[in-house]
């Protein structure tokens, strides 16, 4: 038993794909919140909120699914530990420039959406060690054991990195009479997965009816890169999908017409899974 993750898993993997949800996590405790200068509401601006939920039918299709239950705005799953910000951590010294560590972005956030910022001062190198190894190591370890045992069973493990957008962050990159995108696919233009991959979920997303982009705004992040080894068989793509779609923003609540478009991202899992469906397993 563990705090740091749910693992969902099918009665047997029967595809040689794993989903994994690393920014829905909605466990604020409340050491956290006491130390916050914001709201729960406005932390959780940062969170990728129910993306675990729309993807809660990957097991009944063959795949694993693993959802990170610490919030974001505490450790970000989709960093890497050395993504220190000295401007939040004590005792961290200056590191080379990292635009995600510039923005507030590292491992322990500074900020949340807007960039507003999360704490009053900084906080101590040791609550910053402690949500690591609490929390950010178990993620990882329990995802790279997902990975190797599907490669191993199959022979390739693809890897569905799953994430919501902001609609007003898409938007404004999308201005003028260019409709923007409702789902961006980041597969590190190709360094993270093969083309088949990335070629079978856009067909899938677009076969549903979504508006589909590759890489802009969103290529991948620490995920994508540190997973992502096409050459040996092991693929990553980064799903975006826009939270207009599905999520009250301003409420973060599910829309009413949640459970229809759970029931579209089904869809989409049972269309790129289907082929690969009772495949054989690889050799010993």
Excluded at 216 to 234: D, E
């Amino acid at each position: 038993m563990t705090d740091a993750f749910d693992l969902f898993l099918p009665n047997l993997q029967t595809v040689p794909f794993v989903f994994s949800s690393p920014h829905s996590g909605r466990d604020y405790d409340s050491t956290f919140l006491g130390q916050s200068r914001l709201d729960t509401l406005t932390l959780r601006s940062s969170e990728d909120a129910f993306v675990d939920r729309l993807f809660a039918d990957a097991p009944a299709y063959g795949a694993p699914l693993l959802v990170a239950r610490a919030p974001r705005a505490f450790v970000d799953m989709n960093r890497a530990e050395d993504e220190l910000d000295p401007a939040v951590i004590e005792g961290v010294g200056h590191t080379p420039h990292n635009p995600r560590i510039a923005s507030g972005l590292g491992v322990v956030p500074r900020v949340v959406a807007g960039g507003r910022a999360i704490y009053h001062g900084r906080i101590t190198r040791a609550d910053a060690e402690t949500r690591m190894t609490r929390f950010w190591h178990p993620y990882h370890q329990r995802l790279r054991k997902l990975m190797f045992d599907t490669t191993e069973s199959f022979g390739k493990a693809v890897l569905i990195d799953c994430h919501s957008m902001p609609h007003e962050a898409i938007e404004s990159h999308h201005r003028g009479n260019v409709s923007h995108p409702e789902v961006v696919l980041g597969d590190r233009f190709g360094a993270a997965a093969g083309g088949e991959v990335i070629e079978r979920l856009e067909a899938a997303f677009k076969d549903a009816g979504l508006r589909v982009a590759r890489n802009t705004p969103f290529a991948g992040a620490y995920i994508t890169q540190a997973y992502g080894r096409p050459t040996r068989g092991q693929h990553v793509v980064q799903v975006e999908i826009d939270r207009a779609l599905y999520l009250d923003e301003a409420r973060v609540e599910p829309r009413p017409d949640f459970a229809a478009f759970q029931a579209l991202i089904s869809g989409v899992i049972a269309q790129i899974t289907a082929t690969d469906q009772n495949m054989p397993l690889a050799a010993e």
